[in-house]
C-alpha cells in the first residue's frame, strides 16, 4: 500500500491490524449492552467485568458505540488522564464530551494536522446521510437537512475540494445496475448482493468466504470517488495524484476498515487517505471554532459534486434497491419508469422482500437491514434456494442513518424517533431534486463520455471494481 | 380533610440493575438543557454531573438517590433554608445554595453531591470570593449542592415510557429533550433497559412497621 503523505510516512494509511472499534477497560463496567446490540456475538466477557472484542469477527459496524452508556465520571476519574486517552483515541484535544467504554479509533488529529499542510490537495466526500445528521451535533432537531452548510464548514476546514459521495453512489449504480442485468440475462451469479456496505462484506468474508461470487464486484460508492479523485480529477484539476489527501466524512466505523484495504488502491494509490465519522466531522467543526448554525448555503464542487436524488437515498435502507430499479428499469425497458417512489421498497423490518414487473422480467428482490437477518438468506443461497434475484445488505439496523458513526444520542427512549426523523429528510431530499435517476444526471453522463467510456467497461474495471477476499478463522490461522 | 401522602421517590432493585449508568446520563441529559444539551452527545460542553450514581461491589451495582425523605435531615441542617418540601418532593434551591456540605454530612443514603454550578455550559464564577491559581487572584467558581429532584422542574423529562409513547414522540421530529410522550416518569425510570428502577409513590400507612428503605416493602406499597 502506497503512503501518499510523504512527511508523515506510514501515518496516513489506515492499518487493517488496527481493530478499529476498542473498549476502553477503565471505564466498562460489563452491563453488556453492547453485547445484545453486537449482530455477530463478537463481544465477550462475564456481566459484571470489561468485556473484550473478537476483532475476527467483528465486522466494525459500531453499534456497540451506539449503546455504550459507561462514561468516565466526574467523580471517580479513571486512571489515565482525559487528554491523555484523547490523544489515544485518535481525537482532538478540544472534545468535551464524555469518555465512554466503546469507542473507535478516531482521525480527528491527524486530519486536523493534514488540513494545515499547504503543500497537499485537500479533497473531502460526504456520504448521504451526513447531511441530516450533523446538525444534531449543534443541538438542532433529529434530521436537520444542511448540505450547504456542510459544504461550507468543510471549506472553512481547509478543504480544496467539496465532492460527494452521491456522486459515487450515482456512479455505483450505473455500474451495479449493468452488472446486475447482465448476471439476470445470463443467469449466472444469482441472487446479487450490494457491496456498497463495508461490514457487511467483511461479515460475507468471515462467515460465508464460499458465496462471495454472489456480491456485485462493484466497490462501494466512498471508494469509486476515491478513485475518481486520483485520477479524473486529479487530471481535471491539473494535480498530481501522489500530492492529493483524500478525505471522506463517513456514518459508517467500518468505513475506516474499507480504506484501510490493500486492495482499494489505484495505480499505486491508496483511493481514501482518511474516513472521519459524523462525530469527529463535528468535533473538528468546533475545534476551529467554526459557528456551523449560521453558515451560508454553499454548494458542492464540480465535477463529483453533483448527484441525483437516487443518489442522496442510499443512506437509508432499501435505498440502493430503490435507486437501482429507477435505472434497471429504464435500462431494460426503454421505458420511463411509471413511479419513482418506491413505497414497497421502504421500511424497517430486518427483511423486506417485494417482486417488480420490468417489461416482461419479474424481479424478486429483497432488503436486510442488520446483519443479524442476513444468515438466513444465506443459508438459501448455499442451499440453492434463494428466490431472489437481487439482495441488499446493510449491518445497520436501519442503514446508514444508525450507523455506527452517527451522531450519538444520550437518551435510548429517542433512537427510534431519531433514525424517523433523518430518514424521511432522505427521502425528502431525494424527493426536492430536480434529477432523481442516477443516469439522468448529467454529470454522470459527462464522467462516461470523457473518461469511463461505458459502465464495465475498461476503465470502469479498473477503477471500480474489485475483488473479495476470503477472511475464514481457517485462512487466518495459516 | 386533607389526605396526607408520603414524598414519592425513585428505587433499585440491585437484583436487576446491570450498572451500565443509563440513568445517570438521562439524568444529567433532561436536567442540562439550559447548559446546551440536547439529544447528542456532542452538545455536551460540561463534565457529566447527574443526580444519582450507581453504586458498585463485587456482587452487586445500583443506582443511588435521593429517599425524599419525610423528616428531610438535608433540610434540617441548611442554614440558608436552601432545602424544601414542594408538592411530594424535597428540592434543592439552587440559587440559594451556599455550598456548605451540610447535607452532604446529613444524608444517610448520600444521596447529595457537591460540584461546580453551570450555566450555558460554562462554569459560574463568584462575584467576590477568589483564589491564587496560577500565581494570581481569579473569581472562585460556585460550587453548589446537587440531588434527585424526581425531575419535578423539568417541562418534561423525555419521560417516554412505551413503545406507542416513542412514536408519537418520532410524529413531532425533534431533537430537543423537551419532547415528552405524555408520561411522568423520572428520566431515569424511563431509560433503565432493565426496569430496574421504580417511581414508588407510598399511601401512609399501608407500609406498616416496614421502612422504606426495605426493598421488600415495594410489595406491599400501593405503586
New interface residues.
Given amino acids: 500500500m502506497t503512503n501518499l503523505i510523504p512527511e508523515k510516512k506510514g501515518s496516513s494509511v489506515m492499518p487493517n491490524i488496527d481493530p478499529i472499534i476498542h473498549i476502553d477497560k477503565q471505564l466498562c463496567?460489563?452491563?453488556?449492552?453492547c453485547a445484545s446490540v453486537c449482530p455477530v456475538d463478537a463481544i465477550t466477557g462475564e456481566?459484571?467485568t470489561p468485556q473484550s472484542i473478537d476483532a475476527h469477527r467483528c465486522v466494525i459496524c459500531g453499534q456497540c458505540i451506539q449503546a455504550c452508556?459507561?462514561?468516565a465520571?466526574?467523580?471517580e476519574p479513571s486512571l489515565a488522564s482525559r487528554a491523555e486517552k484523547l490523544r489515544q483515541r485518535g481525537q482532538v484535544s478540544s472534545v468535551?464530551?464524555?469518555l465512554?467504554a466503546a469507542y473507535s479509533t478516531g482521525h480527528g488529529l491527524e486530519l486536523k494536522e493534514a488540513l494545515a499542510d499547504p503543500k497537499r490537495h485537500k479533497v473531502v466526500q460526504c456520504a448521504p446521510v451526513i447531511r441530516v445528521s450533523l446538525a444534531?451535533?449543534?443541538?438542532?432537531?433529529?434530521?436537520?437537512l444542511t448540505p450547504g452548510k456542510m459544504a461550507a464548514a468543510l471549506r472553512r476546514l481547509n478543504f480544496d475540494r467539496v465532492y460527494d459521495t452521491n456522486f459515487g453512489a450515482d456512479v455505483t449504480i450505473m455500474e451495479e445496475g449493468s452488472e446486475l442485468i447482465g448476471r439476470v440475462m445470463s443467469g449466472e451469479r444469482l441472487p446479487m448482493f450490494t457491496s456498497c456496505c463495508p461490514a457487511w462484506v467483511k461479515h460475507a468474508e468471515t462467515t460465508a468466504p464460499q458465496l462471495l461470487e454472489h456480491l456485485s464486484s462493484c466497490k462501494s460508492p466512498m471508494q469509486m470517488i476515491g478513485a475518481l479523485v486520483k485520477t479524473y480529477s486529479a487530471e481535471v484539476d491539473g494535480v498530481d495524484p501522489a500530492d492529493i489527501l483524500s478525505v471522506a466524512v463517513m456514518p459508517c466505523t467500518c468505513k475506516k476498515f474499507e480504506a484501510g484495504r490493500e486492495e482499494m488502491n489505484v495505480d499505486g494509490h491508496q483511493e481514501v487517505d482518511l474516513v472521519i465519522t459524523t462525530?469527529e466531522l463535528?468535533?473538528l467543526i468546533k475545534d476551529k471554532g467554526i459557528d456551523f448554525i449560521n453558515l451560508p448555503d454553499e454548494p458542492f464542487d464540480s465535477p463529483l459534486g453533483k448527484y441525483s436524488g437516487a443518489g442522496t437515498i442510499f443512506g437509508a435502507t432499501g435505498g440502493v434497491m430503490e435507486a437501482a430499479i429507477r435505472t434497471g428499469y429504464e435500462l431494460m425497458t426503454h421505458e420511463s419508469i411509471p413511479n419513482l417512489q418506491l413505497d414497497f421498497i421502504r421500511g424497517d423490518e430486518g427483511i423486506r422482500t417485494a417482486a417488480v414487473q420490468i417489461g416482461d422480467l419479474e424481479l424478486k428482490v429483497a432488503m436486510v437491514a442488520g446483519l443479524k437477518y442476513v444468515s438466513s438468506i444465506l443459508e438459501q443461497v448455499a442451499e440453492g434456494t434463494c428466490p431472489y434475484h437481487f439482495i441488499e445488505v446493510m449491518a445497520c439496523p436501519e442503514g446508514c442513518v444508525s450507523g455506527g458513526g452517527q451522531?450519538?444520542?444520550?437518551?435510548?427512549?429517542?433512537r427510534?424517533?431519531?433514525y424517523?426523523?433523518r430518514k424521511?429528510s432522505i427521502y425528502r431530499h431525494d424527493a426536492n431534486q430536480k434529477v432523481r435517476k442516477s443516469h439522468e444526471n448529467p454529470a454522470i453522463i459527462k464522467l462516461y463520455k470523457d473518461f469511463l467510456g461505458e459502465p464495465l467497461g475498461h476503465a470502469s474495471h479498473h477503477l471500480l471494481h474489485t475483488k473479495f477476499i476470503s477472511r475464514s478463522a481457517k485462512e487466518e490461522l495459516s | 380533610m386533607k389526605r396526607e401522602r408520603p414524598n414519592s421517590f425513585v428505587i433499585a432493585e440491585a437484583g436487576k440493575c446491570?450498572?451500565?449508568?443509563?440513568c445517570?446520563?438521562?439524568c444529567?441529559?433532561v436536567h442540562n438543557q439550559d447548559n446546551?444539551?440536547?439529544?447528542?452527545?456532542?452538545?455536551?460542553?460540561?463534565?457529566?454531573?447527574p443526580r444519582l450514581?450507581?453504586i458498585?461491589s463485587d456482587s452487586f451495582?445500583m443506582p443511588v438517590q435521593c429517599r425524599h425523605c419525610e423528616n428531610a435531615p438535608c433540610a434540617g441542617v441548611c442554614p440558608v433554608q436552601a432545602i424544601r418540601q414542594e408538592e411530594g418532593a424535597i428540592l434543592i434551591d439552587e440559587d440559594r445554595c451556599i455550598g456548605c456540605k451540610a447535607c452532604a454530612m446529613a444524608c444517610p443514603f448520600g444521596a447529595v453531591?457537591l460540584?461546580k454550578s453551570y450555566g450555558n455550559g460554562q462554569e459560574i464564577e463568584q462575584p467576590y470570593l477568589k483564589e491564587q491559581q496560577n500565581g494570581r487572584l481569579e473569581r472562585k467558581t460556585r460550587i453548589i449542592a446537587y440531588k434527585c429532584d424526581l425531575c419535578r422542574n423539568i417541562a418534561s423529562a423525555?419521560n417516554?415510557v412505551s413503545e406507542e409513547t416513542?412514536?408519537s414522540?418520532?410524529v413531532?421530529?425533534?431533537?430537543?429533550?423537551t419532547?415528552n410522550g405524555g408520561g411522568s416518569l423520572p428520566?431515569c425510570v424511563?431509560?433503565c433497559?432493565e426496569q430496574a428502577l421504580t417511581l414508588v409513590s407510598p399511601i401512609l400507612g399501608e407500609s406498616r412497621s416496614r421502612t422504606a428503605a426495605d426493598v421488600g416493602s415495594l410489595r406491599s406499597l400501593r405503586l
Fill in positions: 463496567t460489563g452491563c453488556r449492552r456481566a459484571g452508556t459507561a462514561y465520571a466526574e467523580s468535551r464530551e464524555p465512554f444534531e451535533e449543534f443541538g438542532l432537531p433529529f434530521g436537520t462525530r463535528a468535533q451522531p450519538k444520542l444520550l437518551l435510548e427512549t429517542q427510534k424517533s431519531a424517523q426523523a424521511s | 446491570i450498572g451500565c449508568k443509563a445517570e446520563l438521562a444529567f441529559a446546551g444539551v440536547a439529544a447528542s452527545v456532542g452538545t455536551i460542553t460540561m463534565p457529566v454531573l450514581y450507581v458498585r451495582a453531591s460540584y423525555a417516554t416513542v412514536t414522540v418520532a413531532d421530529q425533534s431533537g430537543r429533550l419532547e428520566a424511563s431509560v433497559p
